[in-house]
């Protein structure tokens, strides 16, 4: 079936913005919508689906600079659309944007390459476990105490999932009173035997950073995730040092050297890894054998359907963000959603990425 039936004929791109059900906040950032950026590749008949989570600008990317970089390529070949796009992009900028769109294309192409092959894309990617772990992730700075309660609660006790986070470092760090006080409501609201994870985005000083999770002692947070900025290794080493929980930060990561650079400096407990940003499938199994060699485990970073398959052929990896905002939009866009009860999603039998596109449900959120 290889060779000049399997050409990867073109790509098509379209920007969806959903409004978000409540005001959401972190410690330095405030949104009220999200953008997903979706991607076909199509060949031989047969379509791969993936996303990003990016501004619209992320699909103009795609389609311009992208689709004619791996247009006639082998859909089996992915490692040859990989360098092309590698090469395309090395004016543009191999880092930010660039990085989200290469991300998308690339999931896009392993998606389509599993299809191609009646294959799910655990089987084809060769599978290290048969289930991923997954957290319950939300908790935003915005939300009241009784919103922050019912959400939590949902996750820890009616869906039995044994991990939850929630946003610290309110107003970029400047209310540490009510940091503190959330942090008690959240661990009130789940109760002592759900590990309990905070996410601070970058919001303080490694000293502040420290002082509150000291302060905050007697609540058993297991996960502090970017106390200080990433791009902060010395301070994000520090706040390792000195603090019992595992520190984390890489969301932002978008190539195999930022992260070999944030392992080799020793700054975190665990590596974490956004496959809709790193630069897809096909880079995140590079940056976890770079984490391995460290000791290093990875967890996934958000857009979690897209997450799933990959997290099941990682032999170092740890687990996978429920993000409220991007479960709430995938389960809404797409048939064949996984489901979290219990703590871990099992990716299905069907192949590729086992979703399909609710073109319908999706339409109303289009960006023309």
């Known amino acids: 079936m290889q060779g000049a039936r399997t050409a990867v004929m073109g790509l098509n791109a379209a920007a969806y913005t959903v409004p978000t059900d409540a005001p959401e906040a972190d410690g330095t950032f405030a949104w009220d919508s999200t953008t997903l950026v979706l991607v076909q590749a199509r060949a031989a008949g047969h379509s791969g689906m993936a996303w990003t989570y990016a501004p619209e600008a992320c699909a ?54 599993a299809r191609l092959l009646g294959l799910p894309l655990h089987r084809l990617l060769g599978a290290a476990r048969a289930e991923v772990p997954v ?3 939300g908790g935003f700075t915005t939300y009241s105490e009784q919103q922050l309660r019912s959400q939590l609660a949902g996750w820890a006790h009616e869906q039995r999932i044994p991990r939850v986070k929630i946003k610290i470092g309110q107003d970029r760090g400047t209310n540490e009173a009510r940091d503190l006080a959330r942090i008690r409501q959240a661990r009130a609201a789940v109760g002592p035997d759900t590990a309990l994870f905070v996410d601070a985005n970058g919001a303080y000083t490694a000293k502040q950073a ?90 996934g970073h958000c857009a979690p359907h897209l997450g799933a398959a990959v997290g099941t052929a990682t ?27 219990g703590g871990a999603v099992r990716p299905g039998d069907s192949p590729g990425n086992g979703l399909a596109l609710r073109s319908a449900d999706a339409e109303q959120y289009r960006v023309r």
Not at 80 to 100: D, F, I, Q, W
Not at 273 to 284: A, L
Not at 321 to 331: G, L
């Open 60 to 113: 103009g990317l795609v389609t311009g600079l992208l689709g004619p970089a791996v247009a006639g390529t082998d859909a089996f070949d992915i490692p040859a659309a990989a360098a092309a796009m590698a090469r395309a992009v090395r004016n543009t900028g191999r880092t930010g944007l660039a990085s989200y769109a290469v991300s998308a294309v690339d999931c896009a192409l392993w998606d389509l390459k």
């Open 135 to 137: 957290y319950g992730s």
């Open 210 to 299: 420290i002082r509150v999770l000291h302060a905050a002692a007697d609540q058993q947070v297991s996960w502090f995730e970017e106390p200080v900025s990433s791009d902060h290794l010395d301070g994000l080493r520090a706040v390792r040092r000195a603090v019992d929980a595992d520190v984390a930060a890489g969301e932002y990561g978008t190539g195999l050297f930022y992260f070999r650079r944030m392992c080799a400096a020793q700054a975190v407990d665990c590596l974490q890894v956004d496959i809709s940003r790193c630069g897809g499938i096909s880079e995140w199994l590079r940056i976890a054998a770079v984490a391995a060699a460290h000791r290093l485990e990875v967890s």
């Open 315 to 341: 032999p170092n990896f740890r687990h996978l963000e429920w993000f409220h905002d991007h479960v709430r939009i995938e389960n809404l866009f797409f048939e064949g959603t996984l489901d979290p009860q």
